[in-house]
């Protein structure tokens, strides 16, 4: 399915949507596998994007958690990679059930309310890391991320009653052209 979006990443993915730009991070595959392969290929990619460029990451195992599955050794050594300014946040799945972290200004979610059973809420903390977590529920949700040309707004869903509980938005400076056209 990495190819739909109409190019080869060689197992990831990435496109611009309004002033963001979204990479999507194929953990499973061989190509380049998740491992030093994949890490040279993200540096390269967050190298090649504009200083100003604010970027949304998604992946499937998360990288902040206290869920079910821990956070690998590999994990471990990506969040030193996705510890870039112009990440704004990192989306994820694996665990069953909804984690908001914030780690400098950073916003790392885990999405894993899609419809499966859930998992209990804080099986694994990590110690030192309490502070970092905003919020964890255990609840069905679905999150929608409305962009516009100055902002992106991330709104999480209760996907039985329609609650919005949890919201927050980044805002982004746009540099105005001077003089006649662009």
């Known amino acids: 399915y990495f190819g739909v979006l109409g190019r080869s990443a060689v ?79 990192v989306l994820a799945g694996h665990c069953h059930v909804y984690e908001h972290f914030k780690v400098g200004s950073i916003h790392y979610l885990t999405l894993g309310g899609g419809g499966a059973t859930l998992h209990k809420v804080n099986m694994n903390p990590i110690e030192g890391e309490e502070d970092l977590q905003v919020m964890t529920e255990k609840r069905h949700h679905y999150m929608v991320m409305t962009v516009s040309e100055d902002s992106i707004l991330f709104e999480v869903i209760d996907s039985r009653s329609g609650e919005t509980f949890d919201t927050w938005q980044v805002e982004i400076e746009i540099e105005q052209t001077k003089g006649k056209g662009r």
Request: glycine share 6%.
């Open 11 to 89: 197992g990831h993915n990435y496109f611009d949507y309004g002033p963001f730009h979204f990479v999507i991070l194929d953990l499973y595959s061989k190509k380049p596998p998740f491992g030093r392969r994949g890490e040279r290929w993200f540096r390269r990619h967050l190298r090649r994007l504009p200083a100003d460029k604010k970027i949304i990451v998604m992946m499937h195992p998360p990288a902040y958690t206290f869920g079910r599955h821990k956070v690998s050794k590999t994990l471990m050594r990506w969040r030193e990679l996705l510890d870039d300014e112009r990440i704004i946040t």
